[in-house]
C-alpha cells in the first residue's frame, strides 16, 4: 500500500487497551517483552527515540504493561506549536481544513511498524477537540467528513465515483461509531490496488486509423481474483470505471464467492460499427488487456455494448497471445467454455431477488403491476422471467422513449424486442413498424402526447416513471441514475397505496440518493443493485469454478444455485439490517455486511 493511503488521517495521539504486542511477523502473536518494545532504528529523531521509550514503561516489564501509551509522532510533537493551535480552532467542515487536521487519531505507518489486526483492534481517539465529539456520539460524522474530504480532494472531478462513494459511506456510520479504525479501512479500499488506462488504436473500413482510450480499474483483489465486465460506450471514462468497480467490490462480496471487484471498458461506441470493425478493435483491446489479466489475476465479462460477440473476439485474441485455453474471461459461449443461463443470469437474479421482497409481505408475483425500464440483456431477461412467473408488464424502455402496453407484454412481444434491441441494434419504435398482427394496442412514448398533467405526474417523458398508474413493482434495468427525485416522486405517487410498493434495482446504480431517500421516506421498500443485480456475476464466478473443473453444468444446475445465492444474499441484507436496527432497509444491510467482509480481508491480509 502507497503511504498515501492512511497517512492523511495523521496520528496526533493514540492510546491501546489489552496485553498483545503490536509487533509485525511472528512477534505479535506473542505477548513477550522483545515484541512490545518496538526494535532500535538509527532513524529515529531523539523525540521518536523518546515515545519508543515511553511505549516500553519508562523501561519495566512491557508484558505487565496494559500498553495504555501515548505514540509521539512528528506532528503530535509539534502540538503545542502555534501552527498546531491555529489548526484546532479552525476545525470544521471546510474540505481543506479537514484533511489538515490530525483529529481521526489512526494509525500512521510512518510511527508505527505494525498494520495489521492487533494494530487496528482499539484504537481511542485522543485529539482533544475530536474527541469531545466522539463522547456527544458525533465522531461518526466527523470520520465521514474528514473522509469524504480527502476523496472528494483527490478525485474532485470523478463525479459518479464520488457518488457511489457517498451512497456506500453514508450507511456506515453506525459502524464508524462502534469501531472508528473501520475509517481508515475504508480509506484503504476506495483507493484501488491498480488502475490501468492504455490507448486502443485500429483500422475502419475506409482503412483511417481510429484511436479510442481504454481503461481496467483492478480495485480490490481482497476475496479473490479481480472481477467485472468491461463496458463499451462513448460515455465510459475513468470515473464511471471507478465508481462500477467500487460497486462491483461490495456486489461481489455478498455474492459468497470468492472474487474480488473490477471494472473497465472503453470509449469506443459500437453503434453504427460494421460487424469487422468490432472484430478490429476488440482484438486491439484484448493485445492492451492482456498484460493484466489472467484466470486468477483479473477476469473481465461483458457489460452494456459487450456481448458474447465481443467476448468471443476478445478471448480469441488472449489465446492466440497466450498460447493458452484457460478462464480468463466469463461470458463465453457454452460451446467454449461458458456456462448455460449466463446471458439471464443478471436479469433472473433481479426477479429472484424481489421474490424474497415479496415473501417478507407474504405476496407472490402473480398478477403484479410492473414497470421496467431497459431493454438490454437485463432488461429483456427480467421481462421474461417477470411473465413465467405470472406478473404483469407494461413498460420497456430504451434512449429514444418507451413502450407502454396496456395488456402488458407477451411472450412473443418479448422475442421482437430482443431481435430488434439485441440483434439489429435499433430503436424501440420499430416495433410500431414491425406490421404485427395482435400488438395493436402496443404504444410508444416520447414526448407529451398523449400525457394528462392533471392525472400523471411524468416528469421525463423519454422514461416511464409516473405514467402507468397503480403500479406495485418498479425496475430500473437502463443505466446509472435514471431515477431521480423528481422520478421517485412520480413512481411513488403512481404506486397502489396498498400494493406491494418495491423498486428493485436491475441497472448499476440507477436511481440517485435523493431518490433512494424518496422511496425510504414513503415506506416503498428498495432492493438495491449492489445486491438485487448480483446474480451475473455470481453465474460468472460459476462459469469460472466450470472452466477450473473443465467440467459444464446444466441449465437446470445453474439456476438451482442461482435461486440459492439470492436468497442468501437477501437473507444477508435482511438479517444485517435487523442486527444494526433498521429492519428493512436492505440498502443498509447490503452495505455493512458486503463492507465488514471486504474491511476484515483487507485488515487480516496486512491492510493491503
Known sequence: MSSSGLSSFGLAGLRRGGGGGSGGGDNAATPSSSAATPPPSTNLTSEQQQSSMMMSGGGGDATQSKWRFRMMSPTASRKNSK???????KLGDDATTLLKSDSLGLPNPDDHTCLGPECFGNVVIDDDIVEDVIKKKDGAQVMYRKLRAAVRARDAEQTEYLQAFDEITRDLLPVFEKEPHYAAVLETIAEPEQCHIFRVSWLD????QQVNRGYRVQFSSALGPYKGGLRFH??????????????????????GLPIGGGKGGSDFDPKGRSDAEILRFC?????????????????????????????????GQYKRITRSFEGAFTGKDPKWGGSLLRPEAT????????????????????????????SGNVAIYCVEKLLELGAHVLTMSDSTGFLYVPDGFTKELVDIVRAIKMTRGRSLREVLDCGCVGFQSVEFHDDDKNINEST????????????????????????QNEIDAEDASAIIS???????????????????IAAVEEFERANVAFGPSKAANAGGVAVSALEMAQNSMRMQWTREEVDEKLVGIMNRIFATCDDTAREWGMPGLYRVGANIAAFLKVANSVVEQGVV
Open 456 to 479: 400523471h405526474h411524468h416528469p421525463h417523458r423519454k422514461r416511464p416513471w409516473g405514467f402507468v398508474q397503480d403500479v406495485d413493482l418498479v425496475f430500473p434495468c437502463a443505466t
Open 234 to 255: 462513448p460515455t465510459v471514462n475513468l470515473s464511471i470505471c471507478k465508481f462500477l468497480g467500487f460497486e462491483q467490490i461490495f456486489k461481489n462480496a455478498l455474492t
Open 83 to 89: 501552527e498546531e493551535e491555529d489548526k484546532k480552532k
Open 283 to 315: 482484438q486491439s483491446m484484448a493485445i492492451a488487456l492482456t498484460h493484466h489479466i489472467g484466470p486468477n489475476v483479473d477476469v473481465p465479462a461483458g457489460d452494456i455494448g459487450v456481448g458474447a460477440r465481443e467476448i468471443g473476439y476478445m478471448y
Open 347 to 374: 436479469g433472473y437474479g433481479v426477479v429472484y431477488f424481489a421474490k424474497c421482497m415479496l415473501a417478507k409481505k407474504s405476496m407472490t408475483m402473480q398478477d403484479m403491476r410492473c414497470v421496467v425500464s431497459g
Open 494 to 512: 403512481s404506486m397502489k397505496m396498498h400494493g406491494a410498493r418495491c423498486v428493485v434495482e436491475g441497472a448499476n446504480m440507477p436511481s440517485t
Open 205 to 208: 473500413d475506409n482503412g483511417r
